[in-house]
């Protein structure tokens, strides 16, 4: 937590967790969670087009990235810093077991946000948040902030 800017650190009544709420509403979408929080899904293909979307995502995109002790010297994937042995590091499976970020530089490669709650996606070897990676499959409505299908 140390690594990370002040105001972003999720700390009970602090700024930083009011950070952390909003992030979790930007990043994590409910609508992009479950077709339950999607308005506009209007025929059964539009529903099945979703499923299929979803469930890829989960399965080849989607991770969940673990804070642990770096083993062996090495490099921050994002910023090239170095990272000595036993400093904490996260890892993101999706991307290898050797990449490793230094915790402030885990962000999305779009709107260079930490990725809360370490949630990510991965494409071509970038780290997405959940938003912008389902806006690299399908454009968002402005109006109801729902993917289009």
């Known amino acids: ?33 479950s077709d ?31 804070v642990k002790e770096c083993s062996a010297d090495t490099s921050c994937f994002s910023c090239k810093g170095e990272v000595d ?16 970020w230094h915790p402030a530089c885990f962000k999305c490669c779009t709107c260079d946000e930490l990725l809360v709650d370490l949630v990510y996606c991965q494409h071509a070897g970038q780290l997405y948040c959940q938003r912008h990676y389902a806006e690299l499959i399908r454009p968002r409505c402005p109006g109801c902030d729902e993917v289009g299908w």
């Open 85 to 100: 042995n036993g400093e904490l590091v996260t890892v993101a499976s999706k991307l290898g077991q050797d990449a490793v």
């Open 36 to 66: 339950l929080f999607c308005r506009f899904l209007d025929s059964d293909m539009e529903r099945q087009e979703f499923q299929i979307f979803r469930e890829l995502r989960d399965k080849v995109a989607m991770g969940i990235a673990q």
């Open 1 to 33: 937590m140390d690594q990370l800017p002040n105001d972003q650190v999720p700390r009970v009544g602090s700024q930083g967790e009011r950070y952390r709420d909003s992030q979790l509403i930007m990043q994590l979408p409910r609508q992009d969670l």
